[in-house]
């Protein structure tokens, strides 16, 4: 079983910088893509990120400019660089992950247990 432990988040202020990590530990054969996603109060869950394996990503648009995906394939981690931080990304940013236990199973999809990240004066 796969499991996604996320750190970084807290509070900052507007304008401000916080990198998010998630690591996946378990039976892992293959991983791909990884990502970010985001749920504000009251509002579902959205994109934020995407990268693949290979290096290519995926970024909602209201972040774009702002925030870069990144990861460390040998360390099946993927990082969130958030810059120029807006009241409006404050959230819950959770990680995501499709595995594959073996080169035969299916994918599963995974989550990771949430992490807070509030923008605020």
């Known amino acids: 079983q796969v499991q996604l432990v996320e750190s970084g988040g807290g509070w900052m202020q507007p304008g401000g910088s916080v990198r998010l990590s998630c690591a996946a530990t378990?039976?892992?054969?293959?991983?791909?893509?990884m990502g970010w996603y985001r749920q504000a109060p009251g509002k579902q869950r959205e994109l934020v990120a995407t990268?693949?394996?290979?290096?290519?990503?995926n970024y909602a648009d209201s972040v774009k400019g702002r925030f870069t995906i990144s990861r460390n394939n040998a360390k099946n981690t993927v990082y969130l660089q958030m810059n120029s931080l807006k009241p409006e990304d404050t959230a819950v940013y959770y990680c995501?992950?499709?595995?594959?236990?073996?080169?035969?199973?299916?994918?599963?999809?995974?989550w990771g247990q949430g992490t807070q990240v509030t923008v605020s004066s």
């Open positions: 378990g039976s892992i054969y293959s991983i791909d893509p």
């Open positions: 995501n992950a499709d595995t594959k236990g073996s080169r035969w199973s299916s994918v599963r999809t995974t």
């Open positions: 990268i693949t394996s290979g290096g290519s990503r």
